[in-house]
């Protein structure tokens, strides 16, 4: 088992930043792929960013690519989303997940290859 914890999530005006926090526990965390995902109300849950086991490999959804920054410190267990230049419609609950992969280089495929889900961290944009 892996527990996720997010943090860091708030309310700010359009163009401003936030950095999100994720804390694991349990397992070794390095031996999982680290994803964030976002739900906005009335909407599915959908990818934002990945990054792989040792952090040289990241993959970024296209809304975002270029403006929010997916990075991890193995020897603290965490894995951090940069948000900035944010956009109303960045508004929406923030998710991270552990996928568990025997690959150093590879990432998950898809969102349901993740195995451990956060609770949650509520981003609210203002325009």
């Known amino acids: 088992q892996v527990q996720l914890v997010e943090s860091g999530g708030g309310s700010v005006q359009a163009g401003g930043s936030l950095r999100l926090s994720c804390a694991a526990s349990?397992?070794?965390?390095?031996?999982?792929?680290m994803g964030w995902f976002r739900q906005a109300p009335g909407k599915e849950r959908e990818f934002v960013a990945q990054?792989?086991?040792?952090?040289?490999?990241?993959h970024y959804a296209d809304s975002v690519k270029g403006r929010f920054t997916i990075s991890r410190d193995n020897a603290k267990n965490m894995v951090y989303l940069q948000m900035n230049s944010l956009k109303y419609e960045d508004t929406a609950v923030y998710y991270c997940?552990?996928?568990?992969?025997?690959?150093?280089?590879?990432?998950?495929?898809?969102?349901?290859?993740?195995?451990?889900w956060g609770q949650g961290t509520q981003v609210t944009v203002s325009s």
């Open positions: 349990g397992r070794p965390f390095s031996n999982y792929v």
């Open positions: 990054i792989n086991r040792i952090g040289s490999i990241t």
């Open positions: 997940a552990a996928h568990q992969s025997y690959s150093t280089w590879a990432l998950a495929p898809t969102a349901r290859d993740y195995d451990y």
